[in-house]
């Protein structure tokens, strides 16, 4: 079975899916299975490059508005006139000009409309954005100059105990979700089976009932990192992601309601995307081949290390061995970890390779798109979040911590 497609037999495990969540589990695949690029991409050209254009945070002569911490989001809203910053964690959300003038403080936090019950998410759509806010399990809607326009709660007949991660509200009013694990259940701690893939699906109503149908299937294998030395309770270990770990990433569309399902277990460097529209039928197929980066030694021991130390009650060297036991170290490091859809209307995606000092970036036009495939070399320590045809935006931090909102200008390769 080649790694690009997965069947149904991990999901047909009642306990997993065939009651708690009532998905259907009869013959899933992978969309993509059955529809293969036409090639893989491995020259990408001379690289696009960037200069410095925008910058705004409290070290730039900004005020206490613009001191940020933790952001988790920086987007694109309008015609690039303004820029969205998130601060999940802070429970704050900022509108300002790319110059870096504040335009709005977004909601606060609070259980009303237009409030934030806790930690949030946005989708960005033409007209503005959503908010998705788990903790009070509902979408708010806010136009694209951050007025609060509307509450749009998830399904009630699932959001309590159905165990879903609600990723995405469409235009029609379904809702995207993925089962939703702790790390131990996806192990496989709690006596059952580990669970090696989990579906995207999708919920609708019809006539007051939601349904919900599978759209794809995403491979989960070495995504769950539970550390428990011998001897200690695993809930009093470390639960995680796997940090070297190559399951599937997603990005969600609202708008064009799908999903960019993105496979990085194949050969090495090699990065699949596919993007898959609600009723499970593919728009559109890449298969990229970046340099495949070496998982050295120094890097696997600097990770051992730092999750080895400062665990009370544990010797280092019980610690070190349980996390040598459980961490995932791959010959090849997958070719993709960041994975961003953008207002210019491409993919980005960025891996462990470098160049110099300066990290790289691939870019994706979806749907047979104008722009092909591009590299791009961006500073090191700048996290893309964003991008339009002229600047790609995100944030940087400095050598104390502090964190600023950059805009850079993108430089075709000269000639």
Known sequence: MEGSCLDGAALSRGRHFGVRLLVPVAALSLATCDRQPAATVSDFGDPWTTEPEFEFGEGVGGTSDASFSLISAVRVLGDGDRILVVEAVSVRATIWTPDGSLLRNVGRPGEGPGEFAGMFGVQVHPAGFFARDDRGQRFTSFSDDGTFVETIPFPASLSGGAGLRYTALLENGSVFAIPKFSPLEMWGFDGNPPIESLPVVRLSEEDGQWGLDTVAVLDTRNRALVIAPEGTPAFGGIQSEQIFGDYDLTWFDPVAGSVVVVRRNLEPGVVDLAEIA??????????????????????????????????????????????????????????????????????????????????????????DGPGGVRKILVPSGFTAMDATDTHVWGYRSDDLGVQYVVGLRLLPPAG
């Not at 070496?294 to 009650?313: C, F, K, Q, Y």
């Not at 040598?324 to 462990?352: D, K, N, Q």
Request: no cysteine.
């Open 278 to 367: 609600a009723d499970g039928d593919t728009a559109w197929h890449r298969r990229l081949s970046p340099p495949p980066v070496t998982l050295t030694p120094d890097m696997a021991g600097n990770v051992i290390e730092a999750m080895s130390r400062g665990r009370p009650g544990r010797t280092a060297e019980t610690m070190r061995a349980a996390v040598e036991e459980a961490l995932y170290l791959p010959e090849f490091l997958p070719g993709a970890v960041r994975v961003r859809g953008t207002a210019s209307g491409e993919i980005w995606f960025s891996g462990f390779e470098r160049e110099d000092s300066l990290n790289v970036w691939y870019t994706v036009w979806r749907n």
